[in-house]
């Protein structure tokens, strides 16, 4: 097993790639902790992996708010005293050409999508470096490293987590914590099926595999940059997206 009795944190795990990541870590053998705001939903995806022979825990706050991420790794310390993976997943999307971008939106987006990244990795770095070990994996996206109409705000947040991760990871690397980024292209989630059908088939036709990438496609890849397998791989950029790119 790749992750057997690593502790990981995942947040906005109650569905799309962050659920399949929650699944795929627990067969691999982590403990894991399951974020999202709704109580309700992140208990039943607990009671599932449970249920599933795999061991999970709750890990409830708005990752954006930095006094409900405190109560959580708060509540997080009363059950684990170690913690070994990070994957700060959450994210949210929300287009706008510039003219029509509000200040409010870009707050949210940032909050979620950026200063999240911020707020976890601080708690999660404290508790790793007890053990002179852990990883950390931060959800990026090809917007963030090429843009693209209309996304001038969800870019600059993902653009951004680039230079957390690889500022993260020089100032960690001496404690053994290893930062990498994950930048997926089109992936087949509740996210990508937000956007108009016209604009869901350009996005298809200009991957050079010719289809949508899968959450699980995602999740192996953060298994990977997780696991000791990837014991010397710090500050990257792992592209995962059929080719978009090439
Ligand atoms: P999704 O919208 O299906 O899932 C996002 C999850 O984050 C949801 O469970 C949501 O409740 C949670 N979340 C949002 N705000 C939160 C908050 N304040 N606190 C805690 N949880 C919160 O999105 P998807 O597609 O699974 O995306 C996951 C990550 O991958 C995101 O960071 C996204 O930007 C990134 N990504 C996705 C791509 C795609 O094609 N689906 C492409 C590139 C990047």
């Known amino acids: 097993m790749l992750l057997k009795d690593k502790v990981c944190i995942i947040t906005g795990a109650t569905r799309g790639i962050g659920l399949a990541m929650t699944r795929f870590f627990a067969e691999q053998g982590a403990w894991v902790f399951v974020n999202g705001r709704d109580e309700s939903q992140v208990q039943a995806v607990v009671t599932q992996i449970n249920s599933d022979g795999g061991k999970a825990d709750a ?20 059950k684990s005293k170690k913690l070994d993976v990070l994957i700060n997943n959450a994210g949210i999307l929300d287009d706008a050409l510039i003219g029509m971008v509000s200040p ?34 931060n959800m990026t996206s090809i917007i963030g490293t090429n843009g693209n109409c209309g996304q001038a705000v969800y870019g600059g947040s993902k653009a951004a987590v680039i230079g957390i991760t690889k500022s993260l990871a020089k100032e960690l690397a001496s404690t053994n914590i290893r930062v990498n980024a994950i930048a997926p292209g089109f992936i087949d989630t509740d996210m990508a099926r937000s956007i108009p059908d016209s604009v869901f088939e350009t996005r298809v036709s200009s991957i050079a595999m010719k289809r949508i990438g899968q959450p699980g496609e995602i999740a192996s890849v953060a298994a990977f940059l997780s696991s000791d397998l990837a014991a010397y791989v710090t500050g990257q950029v792992i592209g995962v997206d059929g080719g978009m790119l090439i």
């Open 104 to 137: 409010a939106q870009i707050e949210r987006t940032f909050g979620v999508n950026t200063y999240s990244v911020i707020y976890m990795s601080q708690y999660a770095s404290r508790i790793m470096s007890r053990n002179k070990s852990g990883s950390i994996v």
């Open 59 to 78: 890990f409830v706050c708005d990752v954006a708010d930095p006094e409900s991420v405190k109560n959580a790794f708060k509540l997080f310390l009363s």
